[in-house]
């Protein structure tokens, strides 16, 4: 089980076994060395009765060492897994409160005969679980759970459901049976002498909720006091996840978020910040010369990775390994091989993810408060009507705006905002690929939709359409798309991401500032702007919003199309029993006839394909 996580940790393997009067237990730990590079910081490590399976990094655990050595714990090594073991044996659960950082914690407790599973705040690093007939298992990756004889692969068809229309399966849902994920922000302990009967009867408590910070007053200060307030928590921040005994650069896109993470980085140090950015020109990705304007501007060690379209197809076929779970978004690609050229040179990168959730950067934000009056002000059987007619209009027929970057797939969207432009369903709208009347079409079966905090009612104070979006987003898409990404992403290549801004005194500081802080008349990420133009000019910064798309429509149509027929043939669709043969067959000849705004829907449904091949035809 461990070995197929080698990828996750090159650096050294540790297994330990308990013969326990309750149960047999297990710690299987696979090492990437960050902090204390001997052999103290190996795993699964002990004190006294306590041992520990820890993945992640605790960027202020001197701080929280020094208190603990003030009252009376002595320490043997000079790693963040130590310091959890005695925070843990201090405080109980209750040290989760004191840690900033990323982490999954296992803890196995020989005298209480009871287990204790934790996961960091914003859920930046995996935790999953399965438990069937006395069998519980953890790990990172779900691979691992392939290696043991006792693990039954059986698909979840309501999660099948859920990925075709999130293009991920959302946390605390599975794509098996008898499996979960542990949510973000959550914890539970196992109890060995009177253990849960299965998966769901396990009882997870909450120790950090983002809407606690959202349902808070809003801060009532001035827009000068609320940067100089905003960039201190930022620089703390950043500072702390440079923390390391090997090598870290920054990936740097040329964008505001990862020029805000250089740039206060770069300010107060002599020496320069290794940063990477990535281009593939001829797929019209290329964010290189923007990049590299920035790092000139800052005088940072730049290094700039160009791949060919050939490198990113290539890599298509091995994304089913790394990405063990169905999994659609396909800026995959490019992060996994700007990952692969950063492990040349450093064991850590920072990934400036976040920016978007937390400060307003997404173009769906502006659509909302734009938008979204207006098209409640239409009165409904004009937008039904509007609807229809998009309906036989095809989005590759429309001028001008076909050339648009990802217009088709927003065109889709569209029609389905028309029919009902509430706050709430713009927003499922917006993250949904397949409506539910689609699902029941393209599934075979009844398919139930699994509870999601997509649905979350927990915003009561406050709720302004920007908030309500930003606070699910940073529960949904930052968590199950964007962090799953780039996990698999960088530890494919034994790389560790650490995720600046997701340090969560700075969630809990911006959720309290005023909305026109954040978003106001058509700028989105206002503070975060006016903090990088600082030490930026404008001039540098100020583009369109590029993302890291890939172009998806042409590759299906051209260099995929043969793998697209590989793996939806009618033969392979019939056999496995889950799709409806019929609508792929008639999705295929409209999306080859044309209409391109079903590329994300073919994308979908190639990718799940491709993982169905990988994970459940193998023996």
Known sequence: MTQTLAHRGPDGEGIHFFEGEMAQVGLGHRRLAILDLSEHGHQPMRYEHLWICFNGEIYNFQEIKTELTSLGHIFKTNSDTEMILHAYAEWGAKCLDKFIGMFAIVIYDEDQQRVFCARDRAGVKPFFMYLKQGLFMFSSE???????????????????????????????????????????????????????????????????????????????????????????????????????????????????????????????????????????PDIGLNEAPYAKDVADHLGTDHTEITCTQKDALELIQDLPFFFDEPFADSSAIPTTLVSKMARKEVTVALSADAGDEIFAGYNRYDYMIRYGKKLNSIPGFMRKSAAGLMQNI???????????????????????????????????????????????????????????LYSSLELTQNKTPLSYMMAIDYQTYLLDDILQKVDRSTMSQSLEGREPFLDQRIIEYAARLPDQYKYQNGVKKRILRDIVHQYIPKELMDRPKMGFAIPIAHWLTNELRDLVETYTSEATIKSQGIFNWEYVKKLKEDFFGGKKEFDTKIWYLLTFQMWYSKWMNAS
């Open 142 to 280: 779900l691979k691992a759970f392939h290696a043991h004889p006792n693990f039954t692969k059986s698909i979840n068809h309501d999660a099948v459901g859920a990925f075709m229309q999130y293009g991920n399966i959302p946390t605390p849902h599975c794509i098996f049976d008898d499996c979960l994920k542990l949510r973000a922000g959550h914890y539970f302990f196992l109890d060995l002498a009177n253990p849960p009967k299965d998966i769901h009867t396990i009882s997870q408590t909450q120790y950090w909720n983002v809407y606690d910070a959202y349902n808070e007053p809003k801060l009532n200060l001035p827009y000068e006091e609320a940067i100089q307030e905003t960039e201190k928590i930022l620089q703390s921040a950043f500072d702390y996840r440079m923390v390391a005994d090997v090598p870290v650069g920054v990936f740097l896109s040329g964008g505001y978020d990862s020029a805000c993470v250089t740039a206060i980085l770069q300010q107060n140090r002599t020496e320069r910040l290794k940063t990477f950015t990535i281009g593939v």
């Open 394 to 452: 095809s989005s590759e027929r429309i001028p001008v705006l076909k050339h648009k970057y990802n217009f088709h797939n927003r065109y889709e969207k569209l029609k389905n905002i028309l029919k009902d432009p509430s706050n709430e369903r713009i927003m499922l709208s917006l993250s949904q690929q397949f409506t539910d009347h689609q699902l029941k079409e393209v599934l075979v079966g009844d398919v139930a939709n699994l509870e999601t």
